[in-house]
């Protein structure tokens, strides 16, 4: 080996040693997990709640704990409907709700759940958004209203129950003067019914009804009404409802804090939201099917809501969002949207996706008792 050789290896060696050293401080200032506070509108019992937990399990496993999402349940920090202002202003990181609680900020926000959406289901709404401009008119709007929020709808909801009732409903008339809950447009359209309606969480209303201050009322589903108790105050359920037959839930982050996440974070959280919506449809599917059962087994009765009281909703509907689109040009914008997307893909639909009563009846039904001989 030459004397240069020697040398030039004493430098290379020299060089390389010096880059460990200064690499070794860089590796001991490496921050720790990103840390995050978020509350759902909900109760800890309540599915709801679960589902909320299933995401941020799913952000904490894909980023390998880098980053911690912690999940309180309703009125933790803040009550059920004062998530948005808490997200916004940094009390919490993040939160997890519907769109329709925050109605009272922009009417137009309840036109993501809160209706017929057209004839739409709940999965449908979440394509439009999507696909069909509402990611991007969702912006707009919270915008409008200086929310400082990154919101990702998801997780689409089946076709609501009308409610629990003292007795059936079997006209549009029975519901005069009943002390009724609901949210969003909804309250509109029972109102002009002649309930009297009260827009409480959810949490509240088994023990409102249970003291009477409530007559009758309208949550979500088979599982959350089974948890939170709607069977030891009522036996009667009505099934299918236009009010909220579209609805999804909300993942909402605080901007600020999701645009300072690394690139590769915000990615893995939008993709987690996607697998989080998919996930939750198949739960729902097992729970509430379950405890649609379990229901029966308490003694609840399940009623279909009569077809006249289906088309009264829709006319009261139409009524009730022609007055909130009156002077708000968000809400037209919104509405005629949904309109040109579900003109083509309800129809698609409707044309293309064959009826599932009759292979039901086909291997489940039991057949007709034969007549008793005289």
Same mark, same amino acid.
């Not at 019992?45 to 390998?64: C, P, Q, R, S, W």
């Not at 993040?94 to 009272?104: A, F």
């Not at 991007?136 to 709808?153: C, D, Q, T």
């Not at 959350?224 to 009522?234: A, C, E, H, P, Q």
């Given at each position: ?7 030039? @290896? ?6 390389? /040693?010096? *880059? ?26 309540? #599915? ?7 995401? /941020? ?62 004839? =739409? ?23 409008? #209203? ?34 009724? @809950?609901?949210?969003?447009?909804? #309250? ?63 993942? =909402? ?16 959280? &939008? ?8 996930? =939750? ?53 919104? &509405? ?19 009826? @599932? @009563? ?9 057949? *007709? ?6």
């Amino acid at each position: 080996m030459t004397d240069k050789t020697r040398v030039t @290896r004493r430098n290379f060696l020299a060089g390389a /040693a010096g *880059a460990s050293t200064l690499a070794f401080p860089m590796i001991a200032k490496a921050q720790g997990p990103i840390a995050m506070r978020w509350q759902s509108t909900w109760p800890s019992k309540d #599915i709801f709640h679960e589902y909320a937990l299933d995401f /941020a399990k799913k952000v904490n496993d894909m980023t390998g704990g880098d980053l911690k999402i912690e999940v309180l349940p309703a009125g933790a920090v803040v009550p059920a409907f004062g998530l948005l202002d808490a997200v916004s202003k940094g009390t919490l990181d993040g939160g997890h709700g519907v769109l329709v609680y925050h109605y009272g900020k922009q009417n137009a926000l309840a036109l993501w759940g809160s209706g017929p959406a057209f004839g =739409m289901d709940a999965n449908m709404m979440l394509a439009w958004h999507k696909y069909g401009g509402g990611k991007e008119l969702l912006s707009k709007l919270y915008g409008s #209203i200086n929310a400082n929020v990154v919101s990702f709808p998801y997780g689409p909801m089946p076709t609501q129950p009308l409610g629990w009732f003292k007795k059936p409903i079997t006209k549009a008339a029975d519901f005069k003067g009943l002390k009724f @809950r609901t949210v969003g447009i909804s #309250i509109d359209v029972f109102t002009a019914l002649g309930a009297a309606v009260n827009a409480l969480p959810g949490g509240e209303i088994v023990p409102a009804m249970d003291r009477g201050l409530l007559d009758a009322a309208e949550f979500n589903n088979a599982s959350s009404d089974n948890l939170l108790g709607f069977s030891d105050v009522s036996k009667v359920c009505m099934l299918q409802s236009y009010h909220q037959n579209a609805e999804q839930f909300e993942i =909402m982050f605080n901007k600020t804090k999701f645009d300072a996440l690394p690139g590769k974070m915000r990615a893995i959280i &939008e993709n987690a939201v996607e697998a989080a919506s998919a996930d =939750m449809s198949w739960k729902a599917v097992d729970r509430y099917s379950k405890d649609y059962q379990d229901l029966q087994k308490k003694g609840v009765k399940f009623y279909k809501t009569p077809d006249p009281v289906l088309q009264q909703q829709l006319t009261g509907y139409d009524a009730a969002a022609a007055k909130k689109a009156d002077g708000n040009a968000l809400f037209k914008e919104i &509405e005629a949207s949904q309109k040109q997307f579900a003109e083509r893909a309800v129809k698609w639909e409707l044309d293309t996706v064959v009826g @599932r @009563r009759m292979a039901y009846n086909h291997y489940f039904a039991k057949p *007709a008792a034969a007549p008793k001989k005289g």
